[in-house]
């Protein structure tokens, strides 16, 4: 079959009227949500836990070393993601968005289990940070397999007109992970005396991704593939190498989404994976203060999520994604002064609100965006490609370079301008973007 362009394949056409779509697509969207919830959680509890795990697993005489060399190995875990994009994205394109996201959600499930099972430095040395690594690793490997799943199963579920409110309970799902992970740590934290958080508590966090693991697992074979895939492998237009179909016939769309998620990823990985380390070693608050804000400034900002999509939908995706990356240049400085001179937590609640809500307006529609750029034969691996690249050259590195700027400079307001310069190359991404909420996704 001769290969047609991305452009010649895209209409504005009315949505499909067939009434069986709503009931799918929704079943699509808690599926993508609920899965992306679980797997985030379990990989981002390492990242919560980053100051309890530095010096169990890299002992050093500075504390501020141990927590660096956790917070190193937390991205660390991002250079397996485009690997399991790769690997997960060919699944994906040749034998079913379903097959995929099952097999990612087991994987995970199984690193996670393992971490809260992993032996200390203490008891085996240096082998123990070695072992850790390989597990982050694992984590990486399957997060990487898993967000470019989920938006590819909801937007080809998803009526023309919902894609952005549909696609956003995956975005929901994906916050409420690092949300769920701070809560659950906050609680293990309160329950637990402080040496035996060092010494077993910390372990807890980690083994209830068994059991949520295996919830997710059973909602997960309940469904059915996409429209979308059913007719590709009917049409027999399978490829053989998805990844060479990306590259090779859709260079251009590739870099334009490579571009916009090193924007979202690098703004984004600030609140979830520093600004709790930012609160405690910097600000100074107490631990378990700081897990609670976070978990419920995040959930709060995600009760907008909806309503972001909704939005996107009637307005377009450019638009919403370029007022958040101007409020982020306006408003970044400020919020860390305003994190910096207060000791007061429910103020530092609403600024994790006001933060992950502006991050909504970027999440929210980059996922929609990302698979109406993306033709049907290789979209898993296409966006999961996007979503890997930004997020492994601004998302993983966003938490260390921030505490690191912070180390070497001295000056505790740093992260901000490291916020800016990610929404500035936000900008630049967007201005090469056409407006697709309203197009059918290109076959």
């Known amino acids: 079959m001769p290969h047609k362009s991305v452009a010649a394949t895209t209409s504005i056409a009315p ?6 779509i709503p009931l799918t697509a929704r079943r699509a969207a808690v599926a993508g949500g609920a899965g992306t919830l679980i797997e985030y959680y379990d990989f981002s509890v390492y990242a919560v836990l980053a100051v309890v795990l530095g010096p169990l697993f890299f002992p050093a005489e500075n504390p501020a070393v ?3 060399l956790a917070l190193g190995l937390f991205g660390a875990a991002f250079l397996a993601r485009p690997l399991g994009g790769w690997f997960f994205g060919r699944l994906g394109d040749r034998r079913g968005r379903r097959f995929a996201l099952v097999w990612t959600i087991v994987s995970m499930g199984a690193c996670s289990g393992l971490i809260g099972l992993a032996p200390t430095h203490q008891m085996i040395g240096v082998a123990a940070p070695i072992l850790l690594l390989i597990l982050r690793l694992g984590q990486g490997f399957c997060a990487g397999g898993e967000i470019g799943g989920a938006v590819t199963y909801v937007a080809e579920s998803a009526p023309r007109n919902k894609r952005g409110l549909y696609g956003s309970l995956t975005q929901i799902g994906a916050t ?5 992970a701070a809560a659950v740590v906050g609680l293990v ?5 402080a040496d035996q958080m060092d010494n077993w508590g910390w372990r807890i966090p980690f083994l209830i991704s068994v059991p949520l693991t295996a919830l997710c697992l059973w909602f997960r074979l309940q469904l059915e593939d996409t429209p979308e895939f059913e007719k590709m492998a009917e049409n027999n237009e399978i490829v053989r190498s998805p990844l060479r179909s990306v590259i090779f016939e ?11 998620t090193i924007a979202q990823a690098g703004t984004g990985y600030i609140a979830l994976g520093y600004l709790a380390t930012f609160l405690i070693g910097t ?3 107490d631990k378990q203060s700081v897990f609670w804000a976070s978990a419920i400034g995040i959930a709060m900002a995600c009760a907008t999520y909806p309503f972001i999509g909704m ?10 994604m370029t007022a958040a990356f101007a409020l982020f240049i306006l408003l970044a400085w400020p919020m860390f002064f305003v994190l910096l001179e207060t000791s007061n937590i429910v103020v530092a609640t609403l600024v994790y609100f006001v933060y992950m809500a502006i991050c909504g307006m970027i999440k929210v529609p980059i996922g929609p965006q990302l698979a109406e750029l993306m033709p049907r034969k290789s979209r898993y691996t296409g966006v999961s490609l996007a979503y890997n690249a930004g997020t492994v050259l601004a998302g993983g590195t966003a938490p260390y370079v921030a505490a690191q700027l912070v180390e070497s400079t001295g000056n505790s307001m740093s992260p901000a301008y490291w916020v800016i310069g990610m929404s500035v190359i936000g900008l630049v991404a967007l201005a090469t973007l056409q407006e697709t ?4 996704l290109p076959s």
Do not use: E, I, M, Y
């Open 283 to 285: 600000v100074g608050l």
């Open 176 to 180: 409420l992970g690092f949300s769920l």
């Open 311 to 320: 939005l996107t939908d009637r307005l377009g995706r450019k638009p919403v």
């Open 437 to 440: 909420s309203r197009h059918a």
């Open 250 to 260: 859709n260079p251009r769309q590739l870099a334009k989404a490579v571009g916009l």
């Open 15 to 20: 949505s499909n009227p067939n009434p069986q």
């Open 189 to 193: 934290t309160f329950l637990t005396p």
């Open 66 to 68: 141990s927590v660096l």
